[in-house]
């Protein structure tokens, strides 16, 4: 992994947004204030996160929708298709297995994992469910990019443990659990409850 | 809904995650940075976080772990059950309903609902699905607090539309898109793409 340049997770969040919405849009050309008011944030907030990546757009003209688009989509490395493995083949997996979301934006599934001997060898949505010992030549026969953990928290750490060891850089844990990982690995943590948690605190009387 | 002191959106997800740690703890008191080590951050964060909600801990002494963790959960409004509504019962609804996480934290789902009628009156997972056209009344008469929004995005709009029409002041979106919703209603997103994207960026080469 090479150095990149540290851009707040905020931020590169809130760029996924600005794809999306300049993926939708049918203009030539589109203002940071379209975005923005798309995006739910102000104007300004938009072209500081821009700028991060460099000089966009010309004033009174806004940006080429296209060619803003290519930049940030190349910028954020997500020109090129990334190979997924998910772990973890119950109702979560299969979910994200069937989640449209993720070939749609470039993100390949290549091989899902379980280590339930019930489970090994049936199909899941097309997947072939393969045993969790088959993982680290299966990531490198494949190249896999990033590695999904969709297993209960107790395992959690373990499936983590071997992808690193497979070579695996990039994770995204769905178990609500902080993993211990070294400084070259980036782990993203997708929690299902912590967003109903952070609701509960404006819902109180 | 009562105004709230307004604490950031980071400090929330982070004192959810130092519930969990407190939880877990067996011991009497616990440091700062024992609650830091295990969350992933340093011990001035904690610290920081915890006095947005008031004077915790003595120095040298730590904090009273019981003590601490009645406290934060009381005013992170997560000391009684809330009741939870899933609209869609595809993968990612199924899966949501079969989330340990919910029950253990407090959150208690009390209606499933499709639009399909080829899924209604059928049982998921323990739950009756209900035809969509049956939320407001069922909403009113179970008291719901949150509605958790698991349908595609072309009818995210909808169906939040649809929940706060109901009353519903507080929205988990699990669809990509974001939503308008008036200022009194609090929407989170959980995009289960968002994620890998942001890893994207960390992996180019």
Not at 114 to 121: F, H, L, Q
Request: charged share 25%.
């Amino acid at each position: 992994m090479t150095e990149r340049k540290q851009i707040p997770d905020p931020t590169l969040l809130r760029m996924c947004r600005y794809l999306r919405i300049l993926e939708r849009y049918s203009e030539p050309t589109i203002s940071s204030a379209a975005i923005a008011e798309a995006a739910g944030v102000n104007a300004a907030q938009v072209r500081k996160d821009l700028s991060f990546f460099g000089e966009f757009g010309q004033p009174g003209v806004g940006y080429h929708t296209k060619e803003l688009l290519a930049s940030l989509k190349r910028m954020m490395g997500l020109d090129e298709e990334l190979k997924v493995i998910v772990v973890g083949a119950g109702a979560l997996g299969s979910a994200l297995i069937n989640y449209p979301g993720f070939e749609n934006r470039g993100f390949r599934i290549v091989a899902v994992f379980d280590n339930n001997p019930a489970k090994i060898g049936h199909r899941l949505r097309g997947y072939e469910i393969m045993p969790f010992d088959r993982l680290k030549e299966t990531v490198a026969d494949l190249n896999v990019d990033i590695g999904i953990i969709a297993v209960p928290r107790v395992s959690a750490q373990e499936v983590a443990d071997a992808m690193i060891a497979a070579g695996i850089t990039g994770i995204v844990n769905f178990a609500p659990v902080t993993l211990k990982v070294p400084d070259d690995v980036v782990v993203r943590g997708v929690d299902l409850t912590l967003q109903l948690e952070t609701l509960a605190y404006y819902l109180q009387d």
